[in-house]
Nanobody, 128 residues
């Protein structure tokens, strides 16, 4: 049974950086696609970026390209989201999600309801 847990969120000033982690203590993520999503207050959950089992990355949100980087470390059973040059509009609760489908990254990133497993989210606040 998969139980995803996000960590690393917090309060950061504009221009700062945070590194989020998505891990599962009970099951291996090696064969799963992992997507990062965010949801700001009053807004719908949106996909940001996805990484598949081979490490191939699919970007979705143009506003974070060049600022956010996804990676995975299978030895640590963890997927990361390195966020830099943070802006107030990046403020949101950030979630990771897992899906076994090979099509998850190219087709599911804009459809949060399709993903099989979700973490509880970690809040990120960008403010001076």
């Amino acid at each position: 049974q998969y139980q995803l847990v996000e960590s690393g969120g917090g309060l950061v000033q504009p221009g700062g950086s945070l590194k989020l982690s998505c891990s599962d203590s009970g099951s291996s993520l090696d064969s799963w696609s992992i997507g990062w999503f965010r949801q700001a207050p009053g807004k719908a959950r949106e996909g940001i970026v996805c990484i598949n089992e081979r490490g191939t990355v699919t970007d979705y949100v143009d506003s974070v390209k060049g600022r956010f980087t996804i990676s995975r470390d299978n030895a640590k059973n963890t997927v990361y989201l390195q966020m830099g040059s943070l802006k107030p509009e990046d403020t949101a609760t950030y979630y990771c999600a897992a899906d076994y489908s090979i099509s998850a990254c190219p087709t599911y990133l804009d459809s949060p309801q399709t993903w099989a497993y979700w973490g509880q989210g970690t809040p990120v606040t960008v403010s001076s």
